[in-house]
């Protein structure tokens, strides 16, 4: 049962076990990369009993040992593209227009807040951060930013959704290029 649009979002974000991940949570000592399986821990399990959607995940290493983290929250995690679907990119956006993209559409579905959207610089240019104070949380707006990292389509393949944006008049079409988005609610 569904009970409120950041349940409805999670689902969108839910990541397939066994799926290759980066851990980017509050645990520096864990950053890195891992695989997800759905969170086994008691209120987790008991949430899944009463028909609730997961919310979180375990951590494993790629080889399939459990790790050392349990109850990882899905934004502390980014699904870590496979090689096949890095040739794909035909048609890339650069970042700093998908920053715009994303942008519009956060301006779109949160009319009344400020959100500021960066570009990283040199060797993390293909990232994006945004921040804002008050408003929605986390889980709502990560549901608006998640397409432009990750789709989730047949054998769950991850692409990330094709975009257009108008920057000065032109249009360009294609896939986001953006290897992250951080977000920091104020």
């Avoid at 979180?56 to 502390?76: I, N, Q």
């Avoid at 393949?157 to 977000?183: D, K």
Wanted: hydrophobic fraction near 35%; proline fraction near 8%.
């Amino acid at each position: 049962m569904i009970t409120n649009t950041a349940d409805v979002a999670y689902l969108a974000l839910r990541l397939p076990a066994g799926t290759r991940v980066t851990y980017h949570g509050t645990d520096a000592t864990s950053h890195g990369e891992w695989t997800v399986q759905p969170c086994a821990c008691r209120p987790c399990t008991a949430a899944a009993l009463l028909g609730r959607p997961a919310r979180r995940y375990e951590l494993y290493t790629v080889d399939g040992k459990p790790g050392p983290l349990v109850h990882v929250r899905h934004t502390s995690v980014t699904p870590v593209p496979g090689e096949d679907e890095l040739n794909e990119a035909i048609c890339a956006i650069p970042t700093k227009y998908a920053a715009a993209y994303l942008r519009k559409e956060l301006r779109r579905a949160f009319p009344d807040v400020k959100f500021f959207v960066r570009t990283g610089q040199g060797k993390h240019r293909q990232k994006i951060s945004v921040s804002w104070t008050g408003g929605p949380g986390r889980t709502r707006v990560s549901a608006v930013a998640a397409p432009l990292l990750a789709q989730f389509g047949p054998g769950d393949r991850r692409n990330p959704r094709r975009i257009s944006v108008t920057v000065a008049g032109r249009v360009y079409s294609g896939m986001p290029l953006v290897e992250a988005i951080t977000l920091d609610h104020k």
